[in-house]
């Protein structure tokens, strides 16, 4: 038995993108090759730019999403007065 092999299939490469307004997190893929993410993936920054997106982190992993788009939840801050 080859202590290397797995049983579960490798996982693809999908880009990664966070944004903090609006408060979400956007799955890109699946692609073959981290490569092609690379290269997919500032097209993906410019166009949630484009639809006002802003302070946004793009990486490229490998990865399984369950949800392709995920909406955050604004924190809410409470504020005791004395």
């Known amino acids: 038995m080859n202590l290397f092999e797995?049983?579960?299939p490798e996982f693809a490469w999908w880009v990664e993108i966070n944004t903090a307004v609006p408060r979400c997190t956007?799955?890109?893929g699946?692609?073959?090759t981290e490569?092609?993410?690379q290269l997919s993936r500032t097209g993906y920054v410019e166009d949630l730019y484009e639809?006002?997106?802003r302070d946004i982190i793009a990486l490229v992993k490998q990865c399984q999403p369950d949800v392709l788009t995920v909406f955050q939840e604004k924190a809410e801050v409470q504020?005791?007065?004395f």
């Open 30 to 32: 699946p692609f073959d």
């Open 6 to 8: 797995s049983n579960q």
């Open 51 to 53: 639809e006002e997106a």
């Open 35 to 37: 490569r092609e993410a």
């Open 79 to 81: 504020i005791s007065s």
């Open 26 to 28: 956007y799955y890109f």
